[in-house]
């Protein structure tokens, strides 16, 4: 049998015929690996979903006409949102806003896609149901306060005077007969409109520029006001502009939550690290008399040392993986509950959980096993 | 005898008892911060999110729709379209006055400039202060409520430095660009009523329509459109609680409650129950959330809280395994010793007594340490994340104390009761 | 020459002066035994002569070396090489089989053979029980195994602390037989005992007392 196999032999026979002792190290670690390589997990995953949270909040960036003579319309806009990469975009809303007449009285309606709106605008209150086909409508609450109007009401949509007057087609002007599906609360200027699909409004009151596209993109401010320079370089159509109440808001805000997860990390394992060494140290100190015994068997202390630390870091690699599993476990389970959405798997933080627990154990073998090598084995073997 | 042999064991084994008492002042340290900052997250990240600005507006109740809708100059005289300037204080007289972090009243005018362009003018507060009915006082105003905005040129308003003129205004960049205003100029405005002139004090860029409008000081806005007293909408920012079913049922009409639910609903800070108390506090009002910052605001909440609960969960289960592990290592190693007091006819029940004992001394040692090592912990965190402390309420120290009481116990019972089970001279003999 | 020669040797300790002025010496294949009531200086002598501790003052020949001048470590690679130790307690790793724990002192020493450890197991009785746990093992069985180990490398002394003070009297013989086997093949057997009948099976016993040799006898009835 040679030397090799012997010292495999025998850390393995020590790791599995001291089953409730290493069951006990091994514990400690890996508790200590589920942590560390959890709560990382979380740590390094926490921007991107607080992130996706945070479009919560809707539009960061709008999309305006240039000054230019430049067509501003759908067109422009997809071709401003083409650059920006696809995964990062939330929801694109356009929007045209025109003064129609409900009941004889003016109202502005806005043209968009109520599809992209419910992205953009997540916090939108809808009494009702939102718009789900055309010749649907979703009502502003200020004007169904004033008008009258509730749910589930038709009313006769009719283009306001003055575009009836560049239009002769009297088919417009008998106007047409739209759904109210939900009444809007917003608490905001949102609830003095009227929101269409883009081709009713088109229908009522023929084509037409857009006012403003609002984008919701989930990115930082950094790449935020680098996308808006390359639009405005690139898109001669479209002036991009950050909505600086929710792009600033939103980097403080997450900077914060940032450092919140940081910090608890840090603290979390720090205290948890030292645990795992304190457990290991115990361990290992309790084989004193082992060691004496080698000793006092011819064995050198570097064999002794090179023993004990292959011991530990076989303990440090399985309860490594095995940590390094649960934790990934227990960050999906995190993610799931808190946003709903699967966790990044970080492919890195397999080997870092191993090689962290090893160091860890072996940091926490090595000083109680030094110390125990300077014993004299006399000493040792005389107590009982 | 007892206490001789207690003495004795801490006297000759006090290193073995003090990676006990250190691991156990770990965990409990650990358990204090992280209940400490869970405890008290939802109020920081809550203050944190008030960069947002007001989650709750209060409009006059008969603004005219239309007005808003055509921004229409100045709208109707009668006063029933403006809030009263006198009752802004008992916003801070509310139930949940102790919530409102800030609240800022707004006076909109349209003045023509020399060229004979239309300017929308809003009249407000920059940094000021409000000594209130309570005896409390407030600084309020856009510095707070409006975080993002940049100041690039000029700076601040700020009504307590003295020597601030009271015809000092902000204006936005691309007002200031279309009419190559810069800071320190002196632009003369025609407003409603009268006319005054105005020097620039700072130009901001807001990243929307404030962008094209003149901020200026409450009274002279008033002024210009001799509305001395009358406001026309004031932002309010609040710590409210996430919205629950309860409070959407509320909102909608607080008279579908059953009275239980009622008090309930008005004795919890949600946005709706705060938005209609100062409905009460202010006359001919409407107070309504800012659904954009007060729903994302509940979002974010619930999702901060519920990270930090289940962070929370995974340390302290952590830190119990790591007590628990160290603690039934600790007994197991003392085989030889229990076996020897049953060799000389110690009863199971003065074994478990004095091993109890022991750790239990060692364990409280340790916690009482460990609560101070977490204070500390706790309030690191809150000092580098939010620059505030933590509060540390006194109801975590009988969890924590149960907690670790609980875990020691846990991890000593078991080994205790499997080596009382061996006879004496297997364990004596045969290691 | 003596194999082992204790000249002047002195261990204090303090005010204690466990070993006082020890001269000794020891042939090759001399069966010695060491007796003294407890405190007499055995244990401090024996760990000498076993390279775990070194003397206040005097030298120690070992081979013609002397042990007390040496470092740690090269007292290491003498123990390992030249001395066979064999306990009161046994001392065998727990989680090691019997031929295992063999192994053990000849992996410190060269290389594991385990066909070798296998034939000292059954010099010493017990091949049927070579792939038991120390704790499946009866006491005089793990002494068994602890002489099996302090000879596997062929030492130059083997050096037993109270090879009997647990055991019984049956296994006490067994032990005691083991000796005789050794001493027939020239093994330098140094035995530390405070046993009477041990010391009597010795061909020469000495006797300590306060760190003193009081007596240094040639047993006559030895071999009979």
């Not at chain 2, 203050?47 to 008969?62: C, D, F, R, W």
């Not at chain 2, 320190?184 to 409603?192: E, K, N």
């Not at chain 2, 800070?269 to 910052?293: F, G, H, L, N």
């Not at chain 3, 003596?2 to 002195?10: F, M, P, R, T």
Request: aromatic letters at 6%.
């Amino acid at each position: 049998m040679s030397k090799r196999k012997m010292f495999f032999k025998m850390i393995t026979a020590s790791l599995v015929r001291r089953r409730s002792r290493m069951l006990v190290a091994l514990l400690a670690i890996a508790v200590g690996a589920t942590i560390l390589s959890g709560l990382v997990t979380i740590y390094i995953d926490v921007p991107r979903q607080m992130g996706a949270e945070m479009r919560n909040y809707g539009a960061n960036m709008i999309f305006m006409a240039s000054s230019n003579e430049a067509v501003f319309d759908r067109a422009a806009v997809e071709k401003g949102a083409a650059l920006i990469p696809p995964d990062q975009v939330v929801g694109v809303s356009p929007y045209r806003y025109e003064t129609v007449r409900i009941h004889e009285q003016p109202v502005v309606a806005a043209g968009t896609d109520i599809e992209q709106v419910r992205t953009t605008s997540p916090y939108w209150m809808i009494e009702g149901d939102w718009p789900s086909v055309t010749g649907d409508m979703l009502v502003g609450q200020d004007v169904a306060e004033s008008l009258g109007l509730g749910v589930g009401d038709t009313v006769n949509v009719m283009s306001s005077d003055d575009s009836k007057e560049k239009d002769s087609e009297d088919l417009l002007n008998l106007g047409v007969d739209m759904k109210i599906t939900g009444l809007l609360d917003t608490g905001g200027s949102e609830e003095n409109y009227v929101y269409i699909a883009m081709e009713d409004l088109e229908g009522l009151v023929g084509p037409g520029e857009l006012d403003v596209a609002e984008l919701s993109i989930s990115a930082t401010a950094d790449e935020l006001s680098k996308y808006v320079d390359t639009i405005d370089a690139e898109v001669e159509e479209v002036t991009p502009r950050l909505v600086k109440r929710v792009t600033e808001s939103e980097s403080t805000v997450l900077t914060k939550l940032q450092a919140l997860v940081f910090l608890v990390t840090a603290v979390v394992l720090v205290l948890t690290m030292i645990c795992v060494a304190t457990t290991m140290a115990a361990v290992v100190a309790e084989r004193r008399k082992e060691i004496g015994l080698r000793k006092a068997l011819g064995a050198s202390d570097s064999s002794i040392i090179r023993e004990f630390m292959g011991e530990g870091l076989l303990l440090g690699l399985v309860g490594g993986i095995v940590g390094a599993i649960l934790g990934f476990l227990f960050a999906q389970f995190v993610s799931v509950r808190v946003f709903a959405s699967s966790i990044t798997f970080q492919p890195l933080m397999l080997p870092v959980t191993i090689i962290v627990s090893i160091l860890i154990t072996g940091a926490a073998c090595l000083f109680p096993v030094r110390n125990a090598t300077k014993i004299d084995p006399a000493l040792v073997l005389k107590g009982e | 005898m007892f206490i001789r042999m207690i003495r004795g064991a801490f006297a000759r084994q006090w290193k073995k008892m003090l990676v006990i008492a250190l691991t156990i002042m770990l965990g409990t340290s650990l358990a204090t911060a992280m209940i400490n900052v869970m405890l008290d997250v939802g109020d920081k990240v809550n203050q944190e999110l008030k960069t947002y600005g007001a989650n709750i507006t209060v409009l006059p109740k008969s603004v005219s729709v239309m007005s808003d809708l055509y921004e229409m100059e100045g709208g109707g005289e009668d006063s029933g379209s403006y809030l009263l300037e006198s009752e802004l204080g008992n916003i801070k007289t509310i139930f949940w006055a102790f919530n409102i972090v800030d609240f800022t009243p707004f006076i909109d005018a349209s003045v023509t400039l020399p060229d004979g362009e239309s300017v929308p003018l809003v009249g407000t507060w920059f940094n000021h202060h409000l000594d209130l009915p309570t005896g409390e006082s407030l600084d309020a105003g856009l510095k707070t409520l409006r975080t993002w905005w940049d100041v690039d040129q000029g700076e601040w308003i700020d009504e307590q430095v003295e020597g601030t003129p009271e015809n000092a205004v902000m204006i936005g960049t691309v007002l200031a660009e279309r009419e190559g205003i810069s800071v320190g100029d002196t632009i003369h405005v025609q407003g409603p009523v009268k006319d005054a002139d105005l020097v620039v004090q700072g130009i901001f860029d807001a990243g929307g329509d404030e962008d094209s409008q003149i901020f200026a000081q409450l009274d002279l806005a008033q002024e210009l459109s001799d509305l001395d007293g009358y406001l026309n909408k004031i932002e309010v920012s609040a710590l409210t609680t996430p919205d629950n079913e309860l409070a959407e049922k509320a909102a909608k009409d607080p008279k579908s409650l059953t009275i239980a639910q009622y008090e309930l609903w008005y004795c919890t800070a949600y946005v709706s129950s705060i938005c209609y108390q100062i409905q009460e506090a202010i006359t001919d009002s409407v107070a309504a959330p800012v659904r954009q910052v007060a729903d994302s605001e509940g979002a974010i909440l619930e999702k901060t809280q519920l990270l930090m609960v289940l962070i929370t969960i995974l340390s302290l289960i952590g830190s119990a395994l790591g007590i628990t592990n160290l603690v039934t290592a600790s007994v197991m190693e003392r085989s030889s010793e229990i076996g020897l007091f049953k060799a000389i006819g110690a009863k199971d029940s003065s074994i478990s007594g004095l091993v109890l004992t022991e750790i239990i001394i060692t364990g409280v040692v340790g916690a009482v340490a460990g609560y101070f090592l977490g204070f500390g912990f706790a309030q690191i965190i809150g000092h580098t994340v939010f620059n505030s402390s933590i509060e540390m309420k006194p109801f975590v120290i009988p969890i924590v104390a149960v907690l670790m009481l609980a875990v020691t116990l846990a991890g000593s019972i078991p080994a205790i009761r499997m080596l009382l089970r061996l006879r004496p001279a297997e364990v004596l003999h045969g290691r | 020459m003596s194999l082992l020669e204790l000249k002047n040797i002195s261990k204090i300790y303090g005010e204690l002066k466990a070993l006082d002025n020890i001269n000794l010496s020891v042939d090759n294949g001399e069966w010695v035994a060491i007796m003294g009531p407890s405190g007499s200086g055995k244990s401090t002598m024996m760990n000498i002569i076993g390279c775990m501790d070194k003397p206040s003052m005097g030298e120690v020949l070992l081979d013609g070396v002397d042990i007390a001048r040496e470092s740690a470590k090269n007292l290491t690679a003498i123990r390992r090489d030249k001395i066979g130790l064999i306990f009161q307690q046994f001392h065998l790793v727990n989680y090691l089989t019997a031929v295992e724990n063999v192994m053990v002192a000849q992996y410190y020493h060269s290389i594991p053979d385990e066909k070798e450890a296998m034939e000292a197991l059954e010099r010493v009785g017990l091949a049927e029980r070579a792939r038991h746990l120390p704790s499946q093992l009866s006491g005089g069985e793990q002494q068994r195994v602890c002489i099996a180990r302090a000879l596997i490398n062929h030492p130059e002394i083997v050096l037993a602390d109270e090879p009997t003070g647990n055991l019984d009297e049956a296994n006490e013989n067994i032990v005691l037989d083991l000796f005789h086997q050794l001493h027939e093949e020239h093994t330098t057997l140094i035995v530390v005992t405070h046993d009477p009948e041990v010391a009597e099976v010795a061909q020469r016993t000495i006797t300590l007392d306060h760190g003193r040799i009081k007596s240094d006898l040639i047993n006559e009835n030895f071999g009979k």
